[in-house]
């Protein structure tokens, strides 16, 4: 009977910790987003067990955030994935509404960069995908009067707060075209893309062709989110 009382103890307050952890995280959701100057509330997992601990602390340990393109105020196929460490909101201001700021030990993710948005950039027919932990890039361009398909594969680095993808060699596909018509072709599948600025402060870190885009490495540290 001990046995079966403890089990029953022990499953109330799972529950009772998992609807806590629902119930701050629309809470928590709702101030991030207030208090980081988003257009909309995202996604917010807070991770850790138990929860109860935490919210009483008013200490989070690591809180997950998915951004879309609309709530970063960003062009579409931008997102977002970060997780804000050390997330110290107290719980009677959380109670009594009166948050005014968030202050967050440390921040890090990465923003993503569809290769569509990217292929924007160059206009017309332009495709991007990676390859060979650079891109490659697809257009038609127009040179000496004709127009041919040109395919080139470029480095990507960060510049500051730009994508930079610089060609060094293009190919015409079935076209027999001179050289420093191609060097010059290669030219122009260059650009420079300039990351709008991020929520939280975060700044770019590194870059990475990956499978959905490109994703940036970003990260904030002793960040206060005030709104």
């Known amino acids: 009977m001990l046995v079966v009382l403890l089990v029953l103890l022990l499953g109330g307050a799972v529950v009772a ?14 101030q991030i987003a207030e208090r980081g100057g988003l257009a909309g509330t995202p996604d917010v997992d807070i991770t850790g067990f138990p929860f109860l601990t935490q919210a009483v602390s008013g200490r989070y340990t690591d809180v997950r955030v998915s951004l879309t393109a609309d709530q970063l105020g960003q062009p579409a196929g931008t997102r977002a994935q ?55 890039i697809t257009r038609t361009v127009s040179l000496l009067g004709y127009d041919f398909p040109v395919t080139g594969a ?36 260059d650009f420079r893309y300039p990351v709008p600025a991020l929520p939280f402060g975060l ?6 062709p990956g499978r959905g885009g490109v994703r940036v490495g970003v990260e904030a540290r002793d960040t206060v989110l005030r709104g």
């Not at 460490?85 to 202050?103: N, Y």
């Not at 993808?165 to 060097?183: N, R, S, W």
């Not at 700044?203 to 990475?208: A, F």
């Open 17 to 30: 910790d998992r609807v806590g952890v629902g119930i701050a995280e629309d809470q928590v959701a709702q």
């Open 82 to 136: 970060v997780s804000l460490r050390g997330v110290r909101i107290p719980l009677s201001d959380v109670l009594s509404g009166s948050v005014q700021e968030v202050p967050v030990d440390r921040i890090d993710g990465t923003a993503t960069l569809s290769y569509a948005l990217l292929a924007q950039q160059l206009g017309g027919d332009t495709t991007v995908a990676p390859a060979d932990g650079g891109l490659r």
């Open 154 to 189: 470029g480095a990507v680095v960060l510049d500051g707060r730009d994508v930079v993808v610089d060609v060094q060699q293009a190919a015409a596909a079935g076209v027999d075209v001179p050289g420093f018509v191609l060097d010059r072709a290669a030219d122009l599948l």
């Open 203 to 208: 700044r770019l870190t590194s870059i990475d």
